[in-house]
């Protein structure tokens, strides 16, 4: 699916058009302008000079688009969320970070960009700056104020290896500053990866002590 906005440059379209025809994927090209204008002019007091309420219209326009489609012909929604970006929270809530799979999830940034260039993605496209494109000049790096190569290994140190802010900071020999940052991002984002919370009214409460498995296994067990 190719649903791009005017803020959306003419070389992203152009690359996506290139993967999707290089290997051969049918793709869908919707033009969203009309759709968003549509919510804009139809929601009061809608203040087009809020960056962030006004550019999360984008993602969550996109996702109602690919659920659509992934409805229409059976199909699951599979996202392209990164390592360092689900951690960050660096995702729109219900936008691009509704998704039924996440494919390169496991991976950060950096290891990401490499991947593809490995694959045979060219340069121009593996190494491209992040940027959602909610609004024009936006790039991940710039709002983030730091580097995606600085991000990802304060993050292997404080994720994978468990480290304090203080020993992060000491291993990587990243600034504690921007070791805090980062890990303030993480802390303040964790409602992002979570389901919705459910206040416990009843003897089993989904999301507190529901361990029921959800799965063919578990509803066999249940059923004998």
């Known amino acids: 699916m190719i649903l791009p906005y005017k803020t959306t440059p003419p070389e992203d379209i152009r690359d996506a058009k290139y993967v999707a025809e290089t290997l051969g994927i049918?793709?869908?090209?919707?033009?969203?302008?009309?759709?968003?204008?549509?919510?804009?002019?139809?929601?009061?007091?809608?203040?087009?000079?809020?960056?962030?309420?006004?550019?999360?219209?984008?993602?969550?326009?996109?996702m109602t688009l690919l659920y659509y489609f992934a409805n229409r012909?059976?199909?699951?929604?599979?996202?392209?969320?990164?390592?360092?970006?689900?951690?960050?929270?660096?995702?729109?809530?219900?936008?691009?970070?509704?998704?039924?799979?996440?494919?390169?999830?496991?991976?950060?940034?950096t290891q990401v960009r490499y991947l593809g260039k490995y694959l045979g993605l060219p340069d121009n496209i593996a190494f491209k700056p992040s940027s959602p494109r909610l609004w024009e000049g936006q790039t991940a790096e710039g709002e983030l104020g730091v580097k995606y190569e600085d991000v990802d290994v304060i993050l292997h140190a404080l994720v994978d290896y468990r480290m304090s802010v203080e020993q992060a900071a000491e291993a990587t020999g990243k600034p504690i500053e921007l070791v805090q940052t980062v890990w303030r991002r993480v802390l303040n984002t964790e409602h992002k990866r979570k389901p919705p919370i459910v206040p416990r009214v009843s003897m089993r409460?989904?999301?507190?002590?529901?361990?029921?498995?959800?799965?063919?296994?578990?509803?066999?067990?249940?059923?004998?």
């Open 26 to 62: 049918k793709y869908y090209y919707i033009d969203i302008d009309s759709i968003r204008n549509a919510f804009a002019e139809s929601i009061p007091e809608f203040d087009e000079s809020d960056k962030i309420a006004a550019g999360n219209l984008l993602p969550r326009i996109r």
């Open 73 to 109: 012909f059976n199909k699951v929604v599979a996202g392209t969320g990164d390592k360092s970006e689900l951690l960050i929270g660096y995702f729109t809530k219900y936008g691009d970070g509704g998704v039924d799979i996440l494919p390169i999830g496991d991976l950060y940034k």
């Open 205 to 224: 409460t989904l999301g507190l002590d529901w361990r029921m498995p959800v799965n063919k296994t578990g509803v066999s067990e249940l059923m004998e």
